[in-house]
């Protein structure tokens, strides 16, 4: 079976740094992939990892490890804007466009 | 502005109507796929179609119909709902060959609402 899990809600301080963790069990890896999604919008790409390690991408890195089936989503320098649903998702399948999503962690930044 | 438009934004519909959602992607990408967002659950795809073919059906009941015409444009025609089916339709599209990352661009959604 698939399964993704990630924390539902998270809170943090403007300013801050926070890390939204995700886990994952899927038939098929190509890629693992983090999106916000504000309320009531879409949700936008935020990075991409397919290889272990760390993916830095101005404020937002993002962090890959294959063996444990672990990623993390760090947010630097925390905005109010920054207030949103953050979504964990692993490419699989047979054609590599099985897109499952976990989720997601809605992250409230506080004053 | 993602290159995904949906229409229509909104719809409400009766349990016995026909309607359809649509999908029309403004980005050259070859894959095109249909998700469905409810409330405390996460994006659960529904079709995925690649070069027009459809690749990817998650064992959606058969009042979800979809359509790819072409590489642009995505239907998903709707008969026969349940009140349960009420929810956010995401349309995504996505390039999934050659030297990029294929990541998802989404459309803005079509809120259903089932009576």
């Known amino acids: 079976g698939q399964n993704i899990d990630q924390p539902t809600e998270m809170t943090a301080t403007e300013g801050a740094i926070v890390q939204i963790n995700c886990t994952y069990q899927t038939s098929g890896f190509n890629g693992l992939f983090w999106y916000q999604q504000h309320a009531g919008e879409a949700p936008t790409f935020l990075s991409y990892?397919?290889?272990?390690g760390l993916e830095e991408k101005g404020r937002f890195s993002s962090f890959l490890s294959r063996s444990k089936g672990y990623s993390y989503l760090l947010l630097k320098e925390l905005q109010m804007k920054d207030s949103a649903s953050y979504l964990c998702a692993v490419r699989g399948g047979n054609y590599g466009q099985n897109f499952v999503f976990g989720p997601g962690t809605r992250l409230s930044v506080l004053p | 502005e993602t290159g995904v438009t949906q229409t229509p934004r909104h719809l409400v519909m009766g349990m016995t109507n026909k309607k359809s959602l649509k999908c029309e992607q403004h980005l050259g990408h070859n894959a095109m796929y249909w998700y469905k967002q409810s409330a405390k659950k996460p994006l659960e795809l529904m079709f995925v179609?690649?070069?027009?073919?459809?690749?990817e059906n998650n064992s959606v009941p058969s009042r979800f119909s979809p359509e790819c015409p072409n590489s642009s444009h995505l239907f998903l025609h709707l008969h026969t709902l349940q009140p349960e089916d009420s929810a956010l339709y995401l349309c995504a599209s996505s390039q999934d060959r050659g030297a990029n990352t294929g990541e998802l661009f989404f459309g803005e959604g079509s809120r259903l609402t089932v009576l």
């Open positions: 179609y690649s070069l027009e073919e459809r690749v």
């Open positions: 990892n397919v290889l272990d």
